[in-house]
């Protein structure tokens, strides 16, 4: 696959990303003060635009980076599972990594090819930017918070991964050495088992991207493209289930991070809250009736 068709891809799964968007908006009537708040931001600039949105990156990523310090107590507990649950998993890294080595045989090769470059970083930026640049032009303040999002979340989780890898060390499975061996601070491609690259990226712009819809059936199906590069990374030999397991879960941590940092942010609230009709039953003396309270 050529850079030009992967650069129409791009835009293609940008144009329907904001096609979907708009199906799946609801009309809703906003109270005045919302109103007034996208009144104030129809009116700023692109640049302004541009100017908010690289200061919300810079601290997304920061918030990504700290949010640790603002853990409670469930927060540590769930991070005790994950940490448990991946140790568990060592136990069947060299099983499972022949299991996925002799399926990855019968695999298509164009899904080997897509699910690699999903996860790279040339094809990562050029679709999380695409959608940025596509809420930036409309205006849109959905879209224009996603790209935001898949911005700063690939770049929490990418300059992670990469720092990680040196550090741990860890054998690929092609080096054939086994799931333990280790070689700190190595700068050998081969000893960048941990964590995976591609399961961070792949599946930090799916779960961001997942995040906007409230249809299961296409959130599943956004989470299951998200993790075609990770179980691809299985079946060419090149991570440890562990390692695939573990980008996941980061990948997951660091989104609902700035996600919930985003949340915040003036710029970026919604104001998507229905006024529901509340029905209630009345009986009385001689009467009977449903009343509805706006």
Do not use: C
């Amino acid at each position: 696959m050529t850079y030009f068709k992967a650069l129409l891809i791009t835009m293609l799964l940008a144009l329907g990303t904001h096609m979907i968007y708009a199906q799946d908006t609801e009309e809703v009537e906003e109270p005045q003060d919302s109103l007034d708040i996208r009144d104030k931001q129809d009116k700023i600039t692109t640049w302004q635009m541009i100017k908010y949105d690289g200061l919300s990156v810079y601290g997304g990523v920061k918030h990504a980076y700290t949010q640790p310090l603002r853990w409670k107590g469930k927060d540590w507990i769930t991070f005790g599972g994950v940490m448990v649950g991946t140790a568990a998993l060592l136990a069947v890294d060299e099983p499972a990594n022949d299991y996925f080595r002799d399926q990855g045989e019968d695999i298509p090769d164009f899904i080997r090819q897509a699910s690699f470059r999903f996860g790279k970083p040339l094809f990562n930026y050029g679709l999380t930017t695409s959608i940025y640049a596509m809420g930036l032009l409309t205006k849109n303040k959905k879209i224009r918070k996603t790209g935001v999002l898949l911005i700063a979340s690939a770049t929490a989780g990418g300059l992670l991964q990469t720092f990680s890898k040196t550090l741990v060390g860890r054998a690929r499975p092609l080096t054939e050495e086994g799931n333990l061996s280790f070689r700190f601070w190595s700068s050998e491609a081969g000893y960048h088992s941990f964590p995976s690259g591609h399961a961070i990226l792949a599946f930090t712009t799916a779960y961001a991207i997942g995040k906007q819809f409230t249809n299961p059936y296409l959130k599943g199906g956004i989470y299951a493209i998200g993790l075609l590069s990770p179980v691809s990374r299985l079946w060419e030999e090149a991570h440890w289930l562990t390692d695939v397991v573990l980008g996941v879960a980061i990948s997951v941590v660091i989104v609902d991070g700035i996600d919930n940092y985003l949340n915040k942010k003036e710029q970026y609230v919604l104001h998507r809250k229905k006024n529901k009709v509340r029905w209630n039953l009345r009986l009385g003396a001689g009467q009977i009736g449903v009343v509805g309270r706006f």
